[in-house]
């Protein structure tokens, strides 16, 4: 005899839907008919146990010495920084470290059936971190009370919305019931510090991670232009170890600014001290110098890698999912490492992008409701009191979030600067959702929304890259319907060489050839490219070596040589650059003489 789990509580029982004598009646027929030919075919009916978020220990204040915050899900640049900012907040923490293909079946094992690939690596991450530690001594009780893990929530609408949930029910599976999940909510702004005392979100938190965040971007950046052009192998990755020890410990070391003397002890009384501290927090983050110098020695230590910019490599944008697009692992079959040993350069996602992205659809949002309150409430439209109000509200609303758009934006850019100049700017939004709305309704929300396919179109049109992977997770559904788009968008732009790869626990090897086929393409064009440009130039390769050099700074990273419209790689660029510097040295020359 099999037995059938009844899993499904309709919403007429949930008191959600009001249904009709009518309708009750046949609901009834249906349930006594499902029953009979239940038992006719030797069916027997099942409880299931449903899995209910539990009540969680709470995380407090007391506790802060003895508990160590895990956290995981960037790469190891931006987690060793944020690392470095829990510290200096006086917080014990730690970095899962990248999952991997072990990771990723204890996920499977452990979690629901049917996830999204991502919820299976980072899931199974967290057991495997819990087991390791279970392994080198710590008994199960002992894990659960030091130990919290701290991740963002969301309300979706993909299965993002049900990581929390995730990881919760895959550590009660595990055997962990009761180990503290704690969330930041995306949309839960600067202060969400009542949630838990012990772990205080507040603008300290958030400026803090926000800045841990855009260096880690930019550092992430910078190695990725660097490496594939070093002349010394293995000595970008010797520098960026080195960067990010200074770095953590310069997080570490800063403390959140403070109203302190005499103007604190006035202000206290007059009852202003919060939001002068406020008020000073922001300008502290905005025209302080905290990080600034030692952003300026990452930037002459990484200068003083010799680079040989006359390589010709295709330059290959990364786009896809989140997270498939960030990891550097066994989640994207080490993909960036891949591209860089079959000779590409590596064109990576800021996860700046995505903060971006979000402050835009929330931006959206607000003007495609504005006037629906109103609306809602049945308030006349000559009630104009009420609709002032409910129009000023929506412009207060856009205005914080404008502002908010300004400073990240500005605040990013500053760090680009502090770099040497040579990581990219931010995409902007606005001309993402022009390009990718005739394709992927901008308003479409969950994962990447219309990114995916804006991206595509942007680098390619922009000379930026000469071929973008889209590195998509196994049972992504924002993923599986941009696909649906992409087709469009290589219909329409022809030039484009566009790949998806659906990123799993396995099929490394599938996926590699894959990429090594569409490589080839791209390596043509990159070829091409640099051979048009020297028949312009009427100069080859090994002049423009010889030039180099006899000018060192021109084996610099961050010699700035401009991109030329039409031209996109590296070396085509450099060439014309220096064509120009040989002509006009030589015509100086003959001035002289
Ligand atoms: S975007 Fe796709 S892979 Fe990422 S959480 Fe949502 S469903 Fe999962």
Known sequence: MSTVPINHVPPTEMGLVQISPKEELIRKRLDEERRRLEQEAGIERRQTAKFHRPIENPFTRSQRDKTTILFGGLTWKHEKLIHGTLEGLGYKCEALPVPNKKAFQLGKEYGNNGQCNPTYFTVGNLVQYVQDLEEKGLTKQEIIDRYIFMTAGACGPCRFGMYEAEYRLALRNAGFDGFRVLLFQQEGGLNQAEAEAGLEMNLDFFLGILN?????DIINDVAYQIRPFEVNPGETDQVLDE??????????????WTLEGKLASLLNKTGFVGSAE???KFLNQLYGDDYMAALREVRDRFNSIPVDHTRVKPIVKITGEFWAQTTEGDGNFN?????EREGAQALVEPVGTWIMYMIHQAKQQ???????DLIEQGVSKWNLKRAFGSHLAAQQSLAKLTTAEVVFKREYHRIVEALGGIAHHLTDQYELQRLGHPFYNSRAGGGEGHLEVAKNIYYSNKDLCHMVLSLKPFGCMPSTQSDGAQSAVVTTYKDMIFIPIETSGEGDV???????MALGEAKVRAK???????EETGTTLEEVRAFVEEHPEMQQPMYKYGHRKGVVGVAANFVLHAAERMKSERSEMVTVQ
């Open 212 to 216: 841990a965040m855009n260096i880690g």
């Open 243 to 256: 960067c990010m020890d200074l770095l953590h410990e310069v997080m570490r070391r800063k403390k959140p």
């Open 278 to 280: 406020y008020i000073g």
């Open 335 to 339: 993909m960036f490492r891949f591209l």
């Open 366 to 372: 607000i003007r495609d409701e504005r006037g629906l």
């Open 510 to 516: 599938n996926a590699h050839s894959r990429v090594q």
């Open 528 to 534: 091409n490219e640099i051979k048009r440009v020297l």
